[in-house]
């Protein structure tokens, strides 16, 4: 079993960083990809990054990428994502996931465990 708790959200003001933590207190899935999804109200959930089992291999949206970064420790099974230079428009809950297979994808479909997720909010 997978159980997947986020950490790092908070209120900042753009330009800022955060760094958002994901730990799975049963340190399985350290063969499966990971992702990090975010929410807007009255929106779907939106792909943010994906990266693979053994982080050889990533993905970012085109509205983060440059800023944002993923990445995993797969001793302590902590998946990461570095924010940098914060906008607005980031302002969303982060939801980190464990995929089915050992690729992250941005289809929310292709995860089968979630976190509770995290609150970034982001002031201009």
């Known amino acids: 079993q997978v159980q997947l708790k986020e950490s790092g959200g908070g209120v900042v003001q753009a330009g800022a960083s955060l760094r958002l933590s994901c730990t799975n207190s049963?340190?399985?899935?350290?063969?499966?990809?990971m992702g990090w999804f975010r929410q807007t109200p009255g929106k779907e959930r939106e792909i943010v990054a994906h990266i693979s089992w053994n982080g050889g291999s990533t993905y970012y949206a085109d509205s983060v990428k440059g800023r944002f970064t993923i990445s995993r420790d797969r001793a302590s099974s902590t998946l990461f994502l570095q924010m940098n230079s914060l906008k607005p428009e980031d302002t969303a809950v982060y939801y980190c996931?464990?995929?089915?297979?050992?690729?992250?994808?941005?289809?929310?479909?292709?995860?089968?465990?979630w976190g509770q997720g995290t609150q970034v909010t982001v002031s201009s």
């Open positions: 049963r340190r399985t899935a350290s063969n499966n990809g």
């Open positions: 996931a464990a995929a089915r297979s050992s690729y992250g994808s941005s289809n929310p479909g292709n995860y089968n465990y």
